[in-house]
Structures are given as C-alpha cells and as structure tokens.
C-alpha cells in the first residue's frame, strides 16, 4: 500500500483564475494580462492559470491559457423580431438562464485557488452593468468566496460609476476581497466618494509597468533620419471619464490633433500613428490632414497595422517623442522612455502624469488647443534628456513597487 506520508505523494498544483475584459482589441487590457501572467507565472511556475473573460477564443491564444466566457450563451441566437415576442421570452428565460450561470460558474470555479482581478479600469459601469460590468464582476466574486478561493483586486482602476445598483455590485465585490489594491491614487479617492474606503488597502502602479523587458530597443539607425513623433489618436465612444466630452469637443480634439500635424510635418518631423486600439480613428484623421499639407509631407504619416502588445511596444520604441490620448498609449511611451504629452479624458491620465512627475504635460481634453499643444511639444524637446532620466527613474521605481506587490499576490495564490 502507498504510504501517505511517501515523498512521492504528489502536491496539489494551484489553480490561479483571471477575471475581465480580455481577448479583446484593446492592446493596453491584453498587455496588462500579458504582465499579470508573465510575472505570477515566474513567481508560481507550477501554477495552472485560466481567464474567464468577454472573449475567451482569443484571450487563449493570445496567452496560451484556458479561457472561458463571463456570461456564456445558454440558447441559440434565434431572437425573435416582434419586441412583445422579445420581452416576453425575456420574462419566460431570463432568470432560468441566469440561474443555470450562476450554477456553471460555481461549477468552473471548482478546485480554484484565487480569482484575481488584474488591474484595468474595471471598476466601472461606462459600458453598461452586465458583460464584464458590475453585476457580472459581483456574481463571480460571490461564487469565488463560496469556493473558498481568495479573490484579489489588484491595482485596479475605478470609475465612472453612475447607477445605483452598479455601485453597490462594486461595492459589495470589494468588499469581499481578501485583497485590494489600485493603479492610482484617484481611483482610491474615486471609491472613497461613493462609500467604499478600507485603511489597509494600497495604491500600485498599473501593472502594465511590470511587463517583461523582452521588446527590442529600437536599433540606432546607421544614416541620418528624420526624428519621429508618435500621435495616439483615440475614438469617441472609448473616452469614458466621469465628464465625456461631447461631440463638439471630440471634433475639436480633431482638429488639434491635426494641426499639430500639420506643424510637425513643417518642422521636419515624421508621424508615426499609434493604434491602442482597433477602432482608434486613423482613417477620420488622415481623411482631414490630407486636404491641409501636401502629397509629399501626407506620405510621411506611417501607420502600420498592430496585432499585439509587442508589436505596438515597438512602434513606440520607434518614436522620439510621444502625443498620445489612450491611457496605455501614454502608458507604453513611459515605459519605453519616451517624453510624452497625455491628453486626458479620465483622472486615470492625469494621475499617471502626476505619479510620473510629468503634470505639465498632461492637458484636459475640453481644454486642449493646438497653439498650447504645440507648446508642450517644443517643451519636451528642450527638455528631452532631463524627461528621459526622470522617466527612467520612475519606471525603475514602479517595477520594484510591483515587484513587491507580486511577491503579496503570489503568498496568497
């Protein structure tokens, strides 16, 4: 008989799940992830990791793990076409439907040692209360204590938060947790405002800081080259903050946007375009641009399609300067060094500025006008080197951060 006490009794592995909007095109959510996992992987290398998420087809092979759906369809896709026919089928379906979800994720979250929620700004209802939103994120969280398994918020990001009910879901899952942490300092203050504080909880950078040094630095070309500003452009229906900007507002962010263009192309730079996600809008752009400069300074905006967080990483590295709008757009230029103006539609911008030591280079998106834009950038020339060396000692500074916040997580996995 096999002595229990044996060394060849096998140890259990932990089972770490993944909760959140992944597998989408949004590279900043995918690369957040893609550190989450690289990191615990390192830490915990016997671990199992899964991801329940909005799309769990590309999340596994963009990760290489088992993903699963948040809200998985339980009856075909037959909707019917009258809208009496549809709210009655609601009624009749809706709550056996949801009911038999709450019974195949407790199923799913069987063996599970932690649920965790890996940063991005989750915390919110901008984009409705269920999918990934508050309802969802509050079903898993219970079913994840009914298990036993730990769940961990870590350096998440918080608000808007409009609705009722969407606050007390949010509210309940944080409270919850064995463990909480947020991206910034105004996410914790955002939380705070609407009721929810606890004394132990703590402010981490965002996790995307902690992704592995693995992109290739952009070699030092071996001729003379044109300098390179990278432009993030950002789409309407992504600016999300707690003031959305209208469309009056958006149209003039356009417009600056393609201003300052039209200067950078005058003054000798060339543009590359970063697409942070794939609805960003670079056709509306260079539709614009084209009717103000010439065919010649027109072909020297580059765009080149993106895939994955490395690819884009590069573009970045590429660049000397950055103008960006998409949170991890101005994220990435960070990381890889570059001076960056963020144009911010979302506390979550102007706090990363704030942390980086760089608030004169964050402007408010219902406030930005070209000439000032302009300025910014002539700043960061002037000031390059000393932009680069505090950049520098940032990202050292938020890698040891996270690197101490990982070892929090893994203990607790």
Known sequence: MRD???????????KIVFFGHFGSDNFGNEGTLQAALSNLRRLLPEAEFECICTQPASAAAIHGITASSISPRVLGAWIPKNRAARRLRKLALGFPIELYRWYAAFSKLKGTDALIVPGTGLLTDAFGLW???????????????????NLLFVSVGAGPIRGPFSRRFVKAALGLADYRSYRDVSSAQYLKAIGFSRGNDRVFPDLA??????????????FKRRPVVGLGLMNFSSMYGDNRPGSEIYQSYMKSMVTLADWLLNRGYDIRLLIG??????????SILSERVSADAYSRVIETSVTSVDELLSQVAGTDLVVATRFHNVLFALLNNKPVVSISFHHKCASLMSAMGLSEYCVWIDRLQANDLIGRVLSMEENSGNLKSLIATRNEEFRAALEEQYGIIATRS
Do not use: I
């Not at 999918?131 to 398994?149: C, D, H, I, Q, T």
């Not at 800081?209 to 071996?222: G, I, K, Q, T, Y």
């Open 4 to 14: 229990n006490n044996s060394t060849e009794s096998v140890q259990k592995k932990s």
């Open 131 to 149: 999918s990934w939103g508050p309802y969802n994120l509050f079903k898993w969280s219970v079913l994840a204590k009914l298990r036993g398994s």
């Open 209 to 222: 800081f902690s992704l592995p040094e693995s992109v290739p630095s952009r070699a030092r070309p071996m």
């Open 277 to 286: 996600e794939l609805g960003d809008p670079s056709s509306e752009f260079r």
